[in-house]
């Protein structure tokens, strides 16, 4: 009988240690602060999960092409993730640089209107736009969180039109840095040194420059002292202040 209790009691102790079954997957998520089920309480969670899968990338895999069905909708977890068009005569123009907490996806039309390809190893949540539309009807918080990130993509896309039309090579370059900088800020990472996971051809067709011009206009704010260039894509940017005035042409 004694053998029985003891045996009983480890068996619930182990039980103890096991996580309640109805607590979603999604808690563990390390960026969930960031992405659009922040505004779900623990509760609401499980449905997310339930409509959920997560998906991994290898480097330079695609997510979707651009005139693609628009069947899903997803939020990167980890990595780095690049959004492009394809001009008429082969051209490429990348129109931004997505990290953890990002949403992308989000399409008016039946079609995806942009390619997504990965720049690093990437994890993503994958969701069904058919599943998750009267998730966001039940859930108008959701939806509203949803909304705020469609207005800062917003924000983003004419804060890259400046960057395009008004701006030389060097301003170009101190503003994407600076950018890099707030962005891993907000995610709750060190703005300095920035990493730059993405290569130099991706900048230019960020910044509609060529290679050449990106390399070297690294090169002259290294050699002014603005920046230090450290293997990893590491860029420590002792002279942060330059670079602000640098980035409004001062």
Do not use: W
Request: charged share 25%.
């Amino acid at each position: 009988m004694q053998r029985l209790d003891i045996k009983s009691a480890l068996t619930r102790r182990e039980a103890a240690k096991k996580p309640p079954e109805d607590k979603s997957p999604c808690s563990a998520c390390s960026v969930r602060h960031l992405t659009v089920c922040a505004a779900l309480d623990e509760s609401e969670l499980a449905e997310v999960s339930a409509i959920s899968k997560t998906i991994e990338l290898a480097a330079g895999g695609p997510l979707f092409d651009e005139g693609e069905k628009a069947s899903n909708l997803y939020n990167v977890t980890a990595g780095t993730i690049k959004i492009y068009k394809l001009l008429s005569d082969g051209r490429r123009q990348v129109t931004g640089f997505l990290f953890p907490g990002d949403f992308v996806g989000l399409a008016n039309e039946s079609l995806y209107a942009y390619s997504a390809e990965a720049v690093t190893v990437c994890t993503v949540c994958r969701f069904s736009r058919r599943e998750l539309e009267p998730l966001l009807d039940r859930h108008p918080k959701m939806e509203r969180r949803l909304l705020g990130m469609a207005s800062h993509e917003l924000a983003a896309a004419q804060e890259q039109m400046l960057l395009l039309g008004r701006k030389t090579a060097k301003e170009k370059i101190a503003s994407f840095l600076l950018s890099l900088s707030q962005r891993a800020q907000d995610r709750g990472q060190s703005g300095n040194p920035v990493t730059l996971a993405m290569s130099r051809t991706d900048i230019g067709d960020f910044l509609g420059l060529t290679t050449e011009t990106v390399s070297r206009t690294f090169t002259h704010l290294r050699s002014a002292g603005v920046i230090v260039l450290h293997p990893g894509g590491k860029v420590e940017i002792p002279g942060i202040n330059r670079l602000r005035e640098i980035s409004e042409g001062l």
